[in-house]
């Protein structure tokens, strides 16, 4: 068939709407008609040429919300009709990564994944000259039809609005889950958020939901402040504003510092700041930004043996098919919000004006809607 996509065709330049072909989906894939998808920092990290695993000509976009066309043969679980959420990171059941309760990062198809491929090393897009087009991070949501494995896709209730829920294909599940599944913070907890963008917003609902008494927000950007006072930040804190190390400021403000902090920022140097943030003896720092390639984290080892835990987190830690169905019913039941971080709705042809108002800091979430 054909479909309308916004096409990656080198790093570093914008994104090219065209039609492109799209294969029907093989063995345990689904042909998915996407209907809206949330422009997330990481798609730009790789346009950008920074990701090490970006490859073009790509169809890149993650985080989105569509219902399924056709299923391939084998697959049991979807059907014709069905809403669903495209999961980058996948949920096979079966492997020894889903069997173990201690990660979310299931390995069935991650080697065809980062190749940009199908599991059986095909792409299903190409150009309408022929030209092979890749797959990203497993989902290509930048167009308006898609194949995913059966895996990599969360059915989600048929009432939820794909251009708010699409949301939940990233930004939402990563922010919250990294409070509730990786750093499981306790009520009363002292938490510093490093970054207050699509990602930093959501750790910040997901520590009021937690019954966090005090969340400082730290950003460079002051008027991001004041949709995280929305959110629930009690403190905010403008580097620029701060003499001398902003660590030893944070931790004397805190009494002592974060017993929680997080980055959501991908700067290598603000993840340090975050871990000296934290309180001596017991203070754990979550990083979920991602940083460039060649760029390396440091810290002094005693931050570390001296109490200090730094983790990481990927799509906060959530097993997708099991995960996302039920945020989704958090937003449809109100405990969560997610209606006021979609500050701008695109058609596919304004796609990148939306990477223009990220990179002027104008926007938290761009959704396109097709
Ligand atoms: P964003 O651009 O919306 O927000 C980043 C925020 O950080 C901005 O408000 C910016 O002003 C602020 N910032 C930049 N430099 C700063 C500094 N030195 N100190 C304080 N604040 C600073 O981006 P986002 O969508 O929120 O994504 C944040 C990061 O999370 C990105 O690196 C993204 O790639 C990553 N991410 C990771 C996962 C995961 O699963 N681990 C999932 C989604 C996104
Ligand atoms: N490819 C990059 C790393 C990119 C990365 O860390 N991706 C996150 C999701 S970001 C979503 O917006 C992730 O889940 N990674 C897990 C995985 O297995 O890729 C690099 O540095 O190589
Ligand atoms: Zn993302």
Redesign the pocket.
């Given at each position: 068939m054909r479909t309308k996509a916004a096409v990656a065709l080198e790093a570093g330049k914008p994104l090219e709407i065209m039609d492109v072909n799209l294969d029907a989906p093989k063995e345990g894939e689904v042909l998915v008609e996407v209907k809206a998808t949330g422009l997330?920092?990481?798609d730009d990290f790789t346009l950008s040429g920074a990701?090490?695993?970006g490859q073009f000509p790509a169809i890149l976009g993650?985080e989105g919300a569509g219902v399924v066309v056709e299923v391939g043969p084998g697959v049991k679980s979807l059907k014709p009709g069905d809403h669903v959420i495209p999961l980058?990171?996948p949920e096979c059941r079966e492997c020894e990564y889903c069997l173990n309760p201690k990660t979310n990062?299931c390995q069935a198809i991650?080697g065809t994944q980062?190749q940009g491929v199908m599991p059986d090393g095909t792409s299903r897009f190409s150009m309408t000259d022929g030209t092979p087009l890749l797959h990203y991070?497993g989902c290509s949501t930048f167009a308006n039809h898609t194949v995913l494995p059966e895996i990599a896709l969360a059915k989600i209730r048929s009432d939820a609005p794909f251009d708010k829920v699409c949301y939940i294909g990233?930004g939402v599940t990563?922010g919250i889950g990294a409070v509730v599944n990786t750093a499981k913070v306790e009520i009363g907890a002292t938490a510093i958020v490093f970054g207050l963008g699509g990602i930093g917003l959501n750790v910040i609902q997901g520590l009021r939901l937690a019954g966090a008494d005090r969340i400082v927000g730290v950003d460079i950007n002051p008027d991001k402040a004041d949709m995280a006072w929305k959110f629930g930040m009690t403190d905010f804190v403008n580097p620029s504003e701060v003499e001398g190390a902003l660590a030893p400021y944070l931790v004397e403000m805190t009494g002592g510092g974060g017993d929680y902090t997080f980055d959501a920022t991908g700067n290598v140097d603000v993840m340090r700041t975050a871990l000296e943030s934290a309180h001596k003896g017991w203070g754990e720092s979550v990083i979920i930004g991602?940083?460039p390639?060649g760029a390396e984290i440091a810290t002094r080892p005693f931050q570390l043996v001296t109490g200090r835990v730094w983790k990481g987190t990927?799509?906060g830690g959530a097993s997708g098919r099991t995960d996302v169905p039920r945020i989704v019913d958090w937003y449809m039941d109100g405990k969560i919000e997610i209606d006021p971080m979609i500050t701008h709705t695109l058609t596919l042809e304004e796609i990148n004006k939306g990477f223009d108002m990220m990179h002027a800091g104008e926007s938290i979430r761009s959704v396109v809607v097709y």
């Open positions: 997330c920092h990481t990701d090490p695993e993650h980058y990171t990062l991650r980062g991070m990233c990563t991602v940083a390639a990927a799509f």
